[in-house]
């Protein structure tokens, strides 16, 4: 029988990328929440960005580009991997 915890060990905590994920949106201008009640995401969109966030390796580099970041308007950082979905739900 398969250990399905044994594959998610490379993952990060799934908690902490959630929080980045909702930071990075904020950062972006996008109300992850209303784009959801809108239907412009879906409940798929937003559990595979969680888990390419948690997947993709970058969350000391996130959390440094949101800890830098100042209000210079709308921005996602290029290495997100979620980057060309948050930039099409910008407004």
């Known amino acids: 029988m398969k250990d399905m915890a044994a594959e998610a060990e490379g993952l990060g905590n799934i908690f902490r990328h959630m929080w980045l994920l909702r930071a990075v949106a904020e950062a972006a201008g ?20 969680v ?23 709308p921005a996602v950082p290029d290495f997100c991997p979620s980057a060309d979905l948050f930039k099409r739900l910008m407004p």
Request: aromatic share 4%; proline share 0%.
């Open 30 to 49: 996008v109300d992850l929440d209303r784009e959801m009640k809108a239907g412009r995401l879906n409940g798929l969109d937003y559990a595979r960005m």
């Open 51 to 73: 888990t390419s966030c948690r997947g993709a390796g970058c969350s000391k580099s996130c959390a440094l580009w949101i800890s830098s970041r100042r209000e210079e308007g």
